[in-house]
Nanobody
Framework: QVQLVESGGGLVQAGGSLRLSCAAS????????MGWFRQAPGKEREFVAG????????IYADSVKGRFTISRDSAKNTVYLQMNSLKPVDTAVYYC??????????????????WGQGTQVTVSS
């Protein structure tokens, strides 16, 4: 049984930083493409960042480019999202997702096989 468990969310002031973690069991993350998504109240879930199974490729939404960094620790079977220079518009529930398919569409919600339960990030102004 595959489980993805996010942690690290919380309340932070604008300009601050948080690091989200996504710990996996039942799946080897170095064999999966991974994505972080977020969903703000009243809005659709949107892509934030992704890392390929090889680790050679990372991709970011324009809104977070230069501020967020996705990384993976294969030994810990964990993916991270380092979030710096946070803004109130970054407030959302953040989800990690894993894709086991041969061809990776990082942006597609339906292209991921497994999802975590989400962690709340709130950025105050």
């Amino acid at each position: 049984q595959v489980q993805l468990v996010e942690s690290g969310g919380g309340l932070v002031q604008a300009g601050g930083s948080l690091r989200l973690s996504c710990a996996a069991s039942g799946i080897t993350l170095s064999r999966a493409n991974m994505g972080w998504f977020r969903q703000a109240p009243g809005k659709e879930r949107e892509f934030v960042a992704g890392i390929s199974r090889s680790g050679d490729s990372t991709i970011y939404a324009d809104s977070v480019k230069g501020r967020f960094t996705i990384s993976r620790d294969s030994a810990k079977n964990t993916v991270y999202l380092q979030m710096n220079s946070l803004k109130p518009v970054d407030t959302a529930v953040y989800y990690c997702a894993a894709d086991n398919r041969p061809f990776w569409n990082p942006y597609g919600l339906n292209d991921y096989d497994y999802w975590g339960q989400g962690t709340q990030v709130t950025v105050s102004s």
